[in-house]
Each structure stands twice: as C-alpha cells, then as structure tokens.
C-alpha cells in the first residue's frame, strides 16, 4: 500500500519534512486499565472535595443550535462554602455543601446548598427520566466495576440527578468524567421560562493545584414544531478555591442544629425511592421541588428554637410520605 505522503507528492502537492526526531517518537501509549478503579485512592480523591472554600459560578450559554434563538447572558455568582463529609465509608461518601452569604443587611446567612453523594461500584443509580420524574436503573456489572456513582440532591435532598463514571489520573490530572445524564433545569433557568425544559450533560470534577472545579457540559432541549430540539449549549464551571476569611463557624452551626433533621429527611426520602423504585416529584421553578420550602423551613424552626429535631423530623416525614 502506497503511503499517504507517497500520495501526497505524486498528486503535487507540498508535503512537510518529517524530523528524524519526530519521526522515531513514540506514539502516545494506550490508557492503562490499571489507571482506574483503585478504591482507595478514589476515595481520597472524593474526600479533598470537602473543606471550606471560595466559590465562583459561571454558567454561559455558547452555542446556539435553533435559528433565532439568542443565548441568555452569562450568569456569574458566588460566595463562601463549607463542604463537610456527613458520611465517609470505604464505599460511600456523603458531601454537604453549606452556602455562606450576606443577606445585604450586613447579616450572615447560611443556606443548606446542594448534596453529592458517591457510590462505589453501586448496583443501581437514580436517573432522571422526565418532568418530576426519576427512576432507579440497575447498572450492569461491565459498567459499575470500577466506577463510582454521583448523585446530586436538592437542598431539600429532593433528588436532582444521578450519573457514573470513573476516576482517571492519566496525563497528570486527577478527574472523574460522568456518562452523559438527563437532569431538570436549574433555577437559574426555571425561573426565566425558556423554550427548553431539560438539559442532557456530563459532569467532570477535577482536582487542581488551587482546589478543585466542577464543570458542566450541557444541551439545554425542548420542544420546537412538535419534534425535540437542543436549543442550546452551556458550559458551567464552578470554582472551589480553599478559604480560611469567612464566618465558617456559622455554618458548622447551623449543621450541629439541624444535621438529625436532615439525616431523617435524607432516610425518609431513600426509603420512598426504594419503595417504588424512583419517585414522582412535582417541580417547581424558584425553589426546585414542590417539598424544599416546607421541608428548609422546619430546619430554619429547629435553629430559632421554634422546633424541635424529633418534632420536624416527623412533620418532615409526613410532607415526604405523601409525594
């Protein structure tokens, strides 16, 4: 067979000097198996997620994908977390973010923010299938060996979405990449009643000499002349910069006062998601579940001492008993 080059000249054109250097270079070698699925230093990478930090939130719709669509500006926020492991086990670790902010009344405030939890090789994982709707799929054994499963909640612990990937230190990067999820929108979209209602991305959380990103790449879709439609693509990374000058001790707080609570929430939602293996959970756009205002409140009641633990902890039960 005539080499490409060969070809090149016959018909011609230029062709470029390959150096003798360039030319015995090794060719970049194949990813190592052995590279993925080591429990232990996983773990120990999941857990350098957790600490206090300054955070940034940049989301930008890039792409537009349907003519005359313009995308939204960029949405760039932030402010202070204290990310704690809640739960850490060999096979499952347990994030809880805690937002610390200004009210504007030169008042600190701490808002219970989102939740990642992490499975080890997990039999199954909860999928968001469709409005108000997630389901758990069982995760063939080819798929989960070696794998962790992340699965982001809302602050309430309603779910939000799940997915699975593995950890990868090749080229001198620790990350773990997510297969490619459906998940609902944000609030920050919800509340702004765009032409798409739902987005389908991957998820990538890197370690980096500063600390550590979450990135999102994600098709926002919808429905347009009665066929689905991506709209749009976004890229949102979210920056986790290690920080010591902030008011943390509100948030550990505001965690010592409500953490029975929220664990009886947490129990009381996976034993609903068990029983029908998923959950039917209406949506709401400011506030992302039918459930997050009551369910927030009964902690806010439990931290002014107008509640008691065992008391919410009940009322809670019953508001997510009957979803």
Known sequence: MNHPLFLLAA?????????????????????????????????????????????????????????????????????????????????????????VVNDGNGKTMVIKHWRQDWTWQPATVLVYVGPGRWTLRPVPEAERRGAWSQTVWQTDDSPRYGGIGRWRYDDGATRWTSDETRRPLARRDATRSPPYDHYVGTNR?????????????????????GKPATFVHEYVVNTYVPATDFPIGVADDYWSKTKEYWASVRANWDAAIRRRSGLALAEVADVGSSTAHELMLLADDIVSGEATSVGASAEAARLIDKE
């Open 11 to 99: 018909a011609g054109l230029t062709t470029l000097t390959v150096s003798p250097a360039l030319a015995q270079a090794a060719a970049p070698a194949p990813i190592n198996a052995a590279q993925y699925g080591d429990q232990a230093r996983d773990h120990a990478a999941i857990l350098k997620m957790a600490g206090t930090f300054k955070v940034t939130f940049d989301m930008r719709e890039t792409t537009p994908l349907v003519a005359g669509y313009t995308p939204y500006p960029a949405k760039i926020s932030g402010g202070h977390e204290v990310v704690r492991a809640i739960v850490d086990t060999p096979d499952h670790v347990v994030l809880q973010h805690l937002l």
């Open 205 to 225: 959380h890197v370690l980096t000499p500063a600390g550590w990103v979450h990135e999102q790449d994600n098709a926002k879709i919808g429905t347009k002349d």
